[in-house]
């Protein structure tokens, strides 16, 4: 089946590292994107890449990086930078054709 | 800045009546609007959607009104069901800009459907 995969659905980290959040899709879409729910903000958007090798910043980039080597994957790093990384992250792909997006099933990343 | 918003946190109504969720935004260059429901710990499921040319785009139980002069849309369920109890994201984007696709989103209702 096509869609978005992401992993690992849950995840804890001590304060200060690093961790890599994995996106994966198989719908052959050229956007990608990466989003943060914190309760009461709804959805807001860290990174997106419309190309392979190309990305841009979204509107809370700080404390993010990602990369875009292959038209399937975009991973999302959480630096140790992020002052307040817990949170519900989403990564989300489309084909730029409706805006509409199709999004994974989510990672929770908490941080102790 | 706060450029779309869902005012009410939540709404719970009963069975077979009808939902209205309502959505505001306040960039003028948004011209493409998107419903998206949530279930708990899982991604947001596309919904429903309307181009700033149109006033109305209706999808079986769903329905979605567009007035431009109040940039205000609303989503309406008719007749409601329990199964419809989820979170509700309105989005808009500039569907004609370069960033056409990154969605800006409200901060969702959560709705109750009791049976």
């Known amino acids: 089946d096509g869609g978005i995969t992401q992993s690992p659905k849950y995840l804890f980290r001590k304060e200060g590292q690093n961790v890599t959040l994995s996106c994966e899709q198989n719908?052959?879409?050229?956007?990608m994107y990466w989003y943060r729910q914190d309760p009461g903000q709804g959805l807001r958007l860290i990174y997106y890449?419309?190309?392979?090798?190309?990305?841009q910043k979204g509107d809370i980039a700080e404390g993010y990086s990602v990369s875009r080597e292959k038209k399937e994957s975009f991973p999302l790093t959480v630096t140790s930078a992020q002052k307040n990384p817990t949170a519900f992250y989403l990564c989300?792909?489309?084909?730029?054709?409706?805006?509409?997006?199709?999004f994974g099933e989510g990672s929770r990343l908490t941080v102790l | 800045d706060q450029q779309v918003k869902q005012n009410s946190p939540s709404l719970s109504v009963q069975e077979g009546r009808i939902s209205i969720l309502n959505c505001d935004y306040t960039?003028?260059?948004?011209?493409?609007f998107l419903w998206y429901k949530k279930y708990p710990a899982e991604g947001p499921t596309f919904l429903i959607s309307?181009?700033?040319?149109?006033d109305k785009n209706e999808d079986g139980r769903f329905t979605v009104f567009l007035n431009k002069s109040a940039k205000h849309l609303s989503l309406h369920i008719v007749p409601s069901q329990p199964g419809d109890s989820a979170v509700y994201f309105c989005?808009?984007?500039?569907?004609?800009?370069?960033?056409?696709?990154?969605?800006?989103f409200g901060q969702g209702t959560i709705l109750t459907v009791h049976p």
């Open positions: 989300a792909s489309s084909n730029g054709g409706t805006g509409e997006l199709f």
């Open positions: 719908l052959n879409h050229d956007a």
């Open positions: 890449s419309q190309i392979v090798n190309d990305f």
């Open positions: 960039n003028s260059m948004f011209d493409y």
């Open positions: 309307i181009s700033s040319i149109k």
């Open positions: 989005a808009a984007c500039n569907a004609g800009g370069t960033s056409y696709g990154k969605l800006t």
